[in-house]
């Protein structure tokens, strides 16, 4: 069965520069979220898309931003960067209809130095 | 959540033995909780999930129990097994919201 896809898998950027992550989510599924993990520490909501709608947001720094395209994808862009952004990067997707089912990608690591 | 730092806390068990994780959720207002399991390096998998007005689920070899009047969530493997070696993370879902709010992750390490 198709998953969620991420790209890249592994960036490396150093600071006040910009990043930008792509999720292709599952095919019919139409919500994506974004989540970011610390090392060692438990995700943490960013935001998410409903519709190509922002429809939730969480603990996202002004300096990113994201948004969800007419075939669902979505795109996290990141500027700025400071090395606190270090993480792992998830999106996750679901059906609108499906509160529960949220599917994760497999992430994009991004380290900055 | 809040950061557990690099020090999650560890379970470990024998192979074939039950394990049980447990979980504080914050918010009485949620109304899904759902196990995940995390191996290195990979997204979080969905394990199970359990309505708010339930207080038990099974599915094969877990078991999740809510406990509403503490907001205590556990999670019990029947039969550990070395391929259950992972970090397991409660996440609750708030009434009329999409996002999850993920709980400190267990580490669960089988010992052959």
């Known amino acids: 069965a198709a998953g969620v896809i991420q790209s890249p898998r592994h960036l490396i950027k150093e600071k006040r520069e910009t990043a930008t992550l792509k999720c292709y989510p599952i095919?019919?599924?139409?919500?994506v979220y974004w989540y970011q993990q610390g090392p060692g520490q438990d995700p943490q909501f960013l935001i998410s898309f409903y519709e190509k709608m922002q429809s939730d947001k969480g603990s996202i720094p002004d300096r990113f931003s994201a948004q969800q395209f007419s075939d669902y994808h979505s795109e996290l862009n990141m500027s700025s960067l400071e090395l606190g952004d270090s993480a792992l990067y998830f999106c996750a997707s679901s059906t609108r209809d499906s509160r529960r089912g949220q599917y994760f990608g497999p992430g994009t690591r991004l380290t900055v130095t | 959540g809040e950061s557990v730092g690099l020090h999650l806390p560890t379970l470990s068990v024998q192979e074939g033995d039950n394990s049980i994780i447990n979980c504080a959720y914050s918010n009485s207002a949620s109304d899904y909780f759902i196990w995940y399991k995390q191996e290195s390096g990979k997204g979080p998998q969905f394990i199970i999930d359990?309505?708010?007005?339930?207080d038990k689920r099974q599915g094969q070899r877990v078991t999740v129990l809510l406990n509403k009047t503490v907001k205590h969530l556990s999670l019990q493997i029947a039969a550990t097994q070395p391929g259950d070696s992972a970090v397991y993370f409660c996440?609750?879902?708030?009434?009329?919201?999409?996002?999850?709010?993920f709980g400190s992750g267990t580490r669960l390490l089988v010992r052959p």
């Open positions: 359990i309505r708010s007005n339930m």
């Open positions: 996440a609750e879902m708030p009434d009329s919201s999409y996002k999850l709010i």
């Open positions: 095919p019919r599924h139409d919500t």
